[in-house]
């Protein structure tokens, strides 16, 4: 049994298909099928079969790729054993990370590790909660949320890391009506017009528990991902949104308005696949992450929002 059969049943099982894989890996369908074949007639038994996609794992295919993490993990702690004796740690590491976060905590990561041998390679994209584990076959770290649980949904196989626990606040313009207050509730904003995520997207639990604690559903004008359109939309009083305290900007043009009377908060999450968790420059990574975090945490309130809030 090698380990590069494992990686390949591993890869195959969360990427779906073959030329997925081929994709991701740079290799072609045809060299990665006469891999199978090769393991198959090493091990004695098939891997994969026919199917509507493509091929799927056999039941043996799914023990092995189950086990793969296992094994890679166990080599992965060899190695960082054998790497703390070399001194710091040292390598490239992938990051993914939904934008917000990324504004809040890539900045002060990269200042702490400013003096090390790490390199970091930082990819973004905004993603349904359930989304983000698949892509942590992609990047050593994928930094993730849910407002539901510490461990985004789908993600309970991977190793997991909450970095920050940051406030979901309301957005409304300067002007408005709401904008003295200290706090707001459900009550407060539920007949507003509102700018909102698409369902699926963790602010949307949000959005439900107003509706939920009301009995009344939101006015949703448009529904947008991007923080920053959220902001322009709400700028120009097309309504009212949810934005994170710590990653959005401080403007004179809106204000940010503790939401209370519902759980308005989500964890920021650090993913990884058990075996790159174990490498000992990711494992940095992560110490960094959690630094900037309960850094960020511990910042005073910016003056803008300082006058909309009286939360900590």
Same mark, same amino acid.
């Given at each position: 049994?090698?380990?590069?059969?494992?990686?390949?049943?591993?890869?195959?099982?969360?990427?779906?298909?073959?030329?997925?894989?081929?994709?991701?890996?740079?290799?072609?369908?045809?060299?990665?099928?006469?891999?199978?074949?090769?393991?198959?007639?090493?091990?004695?038994?098939?891997?994969?079969?026919?199917?509507?996609?493509?091929?799927?794992?056999?039941?043996?295919?799914?023990?092995?790729?189950?086990?793969?993490?296992?094994?890679?993990?166990?080599?992965?702690?060899?190695?960082?054993?054998?790497?703390?004796?070399?001194?710091?740690?040292?390598?490239?590491?992938?990051?993914?990370?939904?934008?917000?976060?990324?504004?809040?905590?890539?900045?002060?990561?990269?200042?702490?590790?400013?003096?090390?041998?790490?390199?970091?390679?930082?990819?973004?994209?905004?993603?349904?909660?359930?989304?983000?584990?698949?892509?942590?076959?992609?990047?050593?770290?994928?930094?993730?949320?849910?407002?539901?649980?510490?461990?985004?949904?789908?993600?309970?196989?991977?190793?997991?890391?909450?970095?920050?626990?940051?406030?979901?606040?309301?957005?409304?313009?300067?002007?408005?009506?709401?904008?003295?207050?200290?706090?707001?509730?459900?009550?407060?904003? *539920?007949? %507003?017009?509102? /700018?909102? &995520?698409? +369902?699926?997207?963790?602010? @949307?639990?949000?959005? !439900?528990?107003?509706?939920? #604690?009301?009995?009344?559903?939101?006015?949703?004008?448009?529904?947008?991902?991007?923080?920053?359109?959220?902001?322009?939309?709400?700028?120009?009083?097309?309504?009212?949104?949810?934005?994170?305290?710590?990653?959005?900007?401080?403007?004179?043009?809106?204000?940010?308005?503790?939401?209370?009377?519902?759980?308005?908060?989500?964890?920021?999450?650090?993913?990884?696949?058990?075996?790159?968790?174990?490498?000992?420059?990711?494992?940095? *990574?992560? %110490?960094?992450? /959690?630094? &900037?975090? +309960?850094?960020?945490?511990? @910042?005073?309130?910016? !003056?803008?929002?300082?006058? #909309?809030?009286?939360?900590?």
């Amino acid at each position: 049994m090698e380990v590069r059969h494992l990686e390949l049943l591993r890869d195959l099982r969360d990427r779906g298909t073959l030329g997925a894989v081929a994709a991701a890996t740079y290799r072609t369908p045809s060299a990665l099928s006469q891999q199978l074949r090769t393991a198959e007639k090493e091990l004695g038994v098939k891997l994969v079969e026919p199917a509507s996609r493509g091929l799927r794992l056999t039941w043996a295919g799914e023990i092995l790729a189950d086990g793969a993490d296992d094994v890679l993990t166990a080599l992965s702690r060899v190695q960082a054993r054998l790497d703390e004796g070399t001194g710091m740690p040292a390598g490239t590491v992938r990051i993914g990370t939904l934008p917000s976060a990324g504004a809040a905590l890539i900045p002060g990561l990269l200042t702490r590790l400013r003096e090390s041998l790490i390199r970091i390679e930082l990819d973004d994209f905004d993603l349904a909660e359930s989304d983000y584990a698949a892509r942590t076959a992609d990047a050593d770290i994928v930094i993730a949320h849910s407002l539901i649980a510490d461990v985004p949904l789908g993600a309970e196989h991977l190793a997991s890391r909450v970095l920050l626990r940051e406030p979901i606040d309301v957005i409304v313009p300067a002007g408005h009506r709401l904008a003295s207050r200290a706090e707001l509730t459900p009550q407060d904003v *539920v007949g %507003e017009p509102w /700018v909102t &995520v698409p +369902r699926g997207y963790p602010f @949307a639990t949000i959005h !439900e528990r107003i509706e939920a #604690a009301t009995g009344r559903p939101l006015d949703r004008v448009v529904e947008v991902r991007d923080n920053r359109l959220v902001e322009s939309l709400v700028e120009q009083g097309h309504g009212i949104g949810l934005l994170p305290r710590y990653s959005t900007p401080a403007s004179v043009t809106y204000r940010l308005v503790p939401l209370t009377g519902v759980q308005a908060t989500r964890a920021i999450v650090a993913l990884a696949r058990p075996d790159h968790a174990a490498r000992r420059a990711v494992q940095a *990574v992560v %110490e960094g992450l /959690v630094d &900037v975090g +309960r850094d960020l945490g511990r @910042a005073p309130r910016s !003056e803008s929002n300082l006058k #909309a809030s009286t939360l900590g």
